[in-house]
Structures are given as C-alpha cells and as structure tokens.
C-alpha cells in the first residue's frame, strides 16, 4: 500500500515538473543561452568578419572603460542619469499604490472603469507613440507653443523637448509614470478586492471615517505587497530600459538622457564598439546579481522571509 502510495506522489511530482517543462525551456533558451555572447568582450570583434576570425585580446576592453579622463567622465555621467533616473522611479514606486487606493474608493463603478480604462491604455501604447504624442504636444509648432503664445504668455516658441541639463531626468520620469501609473495599480487593486470586508464592517461600527478604514485597514494590507515589489525593483535598479530614452534622445539632451542600457546601444551601433558594449553590459549585469542578492537580504531582514 505504501509503495503504491509512494507511487501515485513521484508520478504527481513527475507531472508537475511537466507542466513547468516549457517554461523551465524558454527561460533557458531566452536568459541562459544568450550569456555566451559575453565572450565577444574578450575579443577584438569587428563584424562582418566570422567570430573565429578576431582576435583574443583579454581583458582589453574593460581596461579601456577607465584608460581616461574623459571616458570615465563619461561612464559617471551615465551612471548618473541611470542612478537619478532609477531613484526617482523607486522613490515614487507607491504612486500605484495610492492610485488603486483612491481608485478604490470611486463609489460609481462605471466612472471607476472609465478612469481604470484610461489610465491603462497607455501601457500599450509604444515609445514611439508617445514620442510622437510628445513631439504633436511639445515641439516648437505644437500645441502647447501656440496656446501659449495666443495667451500671450510666449513671443518665441519654448523648445520643450530640446532642454539640457537635470530637468531632463524630471520630465523622462513623468513620462514613464503617464504611461504605466494605471497598469502598474492593477496588482494593487487586485491586492484589494482580497481584503476581508469584515474589518471594515467593524471600522463602521466602532465609527471610523472613510480615511481612517484606508489609513489603519487598506493601505496596512498593500504593504506587504508593496515591499515585495520594491524589493524586486531595487534588484532591478540599473534596467532603465532604453526605448523610451532612445526616441527621446536628441543632440540638446543626450548628456543628461543617456542611461546605461541606452549608452550600451549607443556604442555598439553608433560607435561600432561592439566587443566594448558588450564589456558594459557584463559589468552591469553582475552589479544587478549584487543589487539582487542585496535586496533579497533586506527583504528578509525588514519581513522575515526572502523571495529568492
């Protein structure tokens, strides 16, 4: 009886690792297998030449990241935009949050959707969309330029999207946050709908207003949520992404846009240095495994359990 019940437990253990078969295949042809790519750093890579063709040139490349002054002005300039850019988007990660809280609170479910449909829409919506968005809004013939110079407020047009300097890395985040404030809620709101309505039943009793039952009930209940997101995003802290940056970078503006992911692409496809990039993309990947072990450390510290 016992080896038939040992049985039926291997095989159901069996189908199980079935089902995760395709995805345990998929994550290994599309994560683990590009990772040999990371052997053009070690060499003089010059395409359209075949790979056996280049030169071993060991740690080369990594030592020309710093064989200057004006190359590691360069890299802390990027690393910079990454950090700012990055910190900013971790420092207003509950945005969702309290979006999904107050989202909650709509008492007029068809408006509730409306505003739900809208603010989602976005997401889908490509970077080359939302530039071209940007550019009909902002560009010097847009519709902001004459708005304002009907009003009066402007004789000359304002160069909105053609600006320098830090303010870049503020109107970059608004941006992101116009586009995915809405998706980004989603989960929250979900969070939401699993909150036991007895606790704020007994709010009512006990004569809690509205902000209280969202203070001491709804947002308490987000947070555990909140912190495994947070988590994960700290370990994903230099992935800024590079197709927003990219449709939005210009001559005026590349010194401040040019995060680490877009400098990568910038190098290997406008400077040629492929094997250069690469070196980049190495050093950055491994700074992220430490920023993951980091914040799987901190998770168990501030919650008692890690989510690695």
């Known amino acids: 009886m016992k080896a038939v019940q040992k049985s039926k437990k291997k095989w159901e253990s069996v189908k ?5 078969l395709p ?5 290994l042809i599309f994560s683990y297998y590009p990772l040999y790519g990371w052997i053009y750093a070690f060499f003089d890579y010059k395409p359209p030449k075949p790979f056996s063709w280049d030169d071993f040139v060991g740690l080369k490349w990594f030592a020309s990241l710093v064989e200057s002054n004006v ?3 360069q890299i802390g300039q990027v690393l910079l935009n990454t950090f700012v850019m990055s910190a900013i988007t ?3 990660s ?4 309290l979006f999904a809280v107050f989202m909650n609170e709509l008492r007029s479910v068809p408006f509730r959707k409306v505003i739900q449909t809208v603010t989602t829409l976005p997401n889908f919506i490509s970077w080359v969309m939302v530039y071209s968005i940007a550019y009909s809004l902002f560009n010097s013939t847009g519709m902001m330029n004459t708005l304002l110079a009907n009003m009066g407020v402007i004789t000359e047009p304002v160069l909105f999207l053609n600006q320098s300097g830090p303010g870049v890395w503020l109107t970059q985040w608004l941006w992101l946050t116009w586009k995915n404030l809405g ?3 989603i989960m929250y709101i979900a969070a939401i709908s699993g909150i036991d309505n007895e606790m704020y039943e007994a709010a009512k009793v006990d004569g809690a207003s509205r902000m209280k039952m969202i203070w001491y009930i709804t947002i308490p209940s987000l947070l555990p949520t909140f912190f495994v997101l947070l988590m994960i995003n700290i370990a994903n802290f230099l992935n800024n992404g590079m197709e927003q940056y990219y449709v939005f970078q210009n001559a005026f503006n590349k010194e401040y846009i040019q995060v680490l992911d877009l400098y990568v692409y910038n190098t290997a496809m406008g400077a040629g240095s492929y094997s250069v990039s690469v070196a980049i993309s190495m050093l950055k990947s491994l700074v992220s495994l430490v920023l993951l072990f980091f914040a799987n450390g901190a998770s168990k510290l501030i919650r008692g359990e890690s989510f690695l």
């Open 94 to 97: 509950w945005l969702p949050m």
């Open 71 to 73: 190359k590691i002005q």
């Open 183 to 185: 998706w980004a809620s």
């Open 23 to 27: 995805f345990i295949i998929l994550v």
């Open 90 to 92: 971790l420092g207003t």
């Open 16 to 20: 199980l690792f079935l089902l995760i």
